[in-house]
Structures are given as C-alpha cells and as structure tokens.
C-alpha cells in the first residue's frame, strides 16, 4: 500500500493493512510468517517530519537456536518511525547521531511505501535468539542427534587432541 503525502489532506490519517505471509520476505531462513500480518496505525504529517506510528500482530514459525526445532511465535510489534525528506536531512557531512536519529528514514518522495514499512518493523524486531524450552540440550556436534531426544555418547567417546598427550599421562600411571 503506498500513500501519497501530498494528497493527504487531514495532518493526521489512519491505516489499516492486511498482507498475507507471502507479500513480506524476511530474508531469513530460520523465520516465516505463517498467517495474516496486520498493520494499524496513523500517519501524523508535519512540515519537516512524516511521523508513522502503530502496532502490528502477526503469527511466525522460528526455529529453536539450539535445536532447530519449529517454534510458533506471536508477534505484537508496536513501532514509531520518523520520515523525513532528503533536502530536510542533515547534509552537513557527518553528524553525531542520538537515539532519536535510529527511528529516522529518508524518503525521496513524498510516497510512503506502507508494506515495506511493516516487512522492515518485523524484521527489526524478531528475536536473535529462540528456544523451544528453557532447558532445550541443543544438537550434538559430531553426529547432529537431538540431545533432547537421544542420550549419544559421542562427546564422552572423543577427546580433543591437544589433551591426548595428557591422557596418555594418566593411562601410563
């Protein structure tokens, strides 16, 4: 959905978008939108500043960090983002930024692209890291087994050969 600035007449419109998983490409393999993404909010229109504010709810499968194993998660992504025009933009070279300055993008036009808005907020804000369980044991190193599943050995058995040398030590006692 793109929203002309210029032919907003109010200072202040409302939206509300539904996109379906496959409108929004996360670029990410260990994450999928999996029901309907849901965007609401107002567009607030100032003379220097385009201020994009409001929630989106959406559903996503992501895999456990240590596991792999499929997690569904609900997404509630509250977010506010500052448009600004390029020839309002600081173009005195470099500047020293604040965290205001994080929540601003630069648009080229007067057009909000409000699809892209949402696709950037959900792949801001999805966790670094997910875990079916708390105590989730993770994957085994050497023969990949669930070790939440499957007790394997196979760490037991291997030594790391810069400490061969020193179990020898203790065999030869």
Avoid: H, Y
Wanted: hydrophobic share 35%; proline share 2%; aromatic share 2%.
């Amino acid at each position: 959905m793109i929203v002309d600035l210029k032919t907003l007449e109010d200072l202040q419109s409302s939206f509300n978008l539904e996109l379906k998983p496959e409108e929004i490409d996360l670029e990410n393999e260990s994450a999928k939108l999996t029901g309907k993404v849901r965007a609401e909010g107002i567009i607030s229109k100032g003379l220097a500043e385009t201020e994009v504010r409001g929630e989106i709810r959406a559903e996503a499968e992501i895999d456990c960090s240590r596991c792999l194993k499929t997690v569904e998660t609900a997404l509630k992504i509250p977010f506010k983002v500052g448009l600004v025009r390029m020839e309002n933009f600081s173009e005195k070279g470099e500047k020293e930024l604040d965290t205001d300055d994080l929540d601003v993008s630069v648009i080229e036009d007067d057009l909000i692209d409000l699809k892209e808005l949402v696709r950037e907020q959900i792949i801001l804000a999805l966790p670094a890291q997910v875990f079916c369980r708390e105590d989730c044991k993770g994957l085994c190193r050497i023969c990949g087994a669930d070790k939440n599943l499957v007790n394997c050995k196979c760490e037991d058995e291997e030594v790391d050969p810069r400490w061969s040398a020193l179990k020898d030590l203790k065999l030869k006692k």
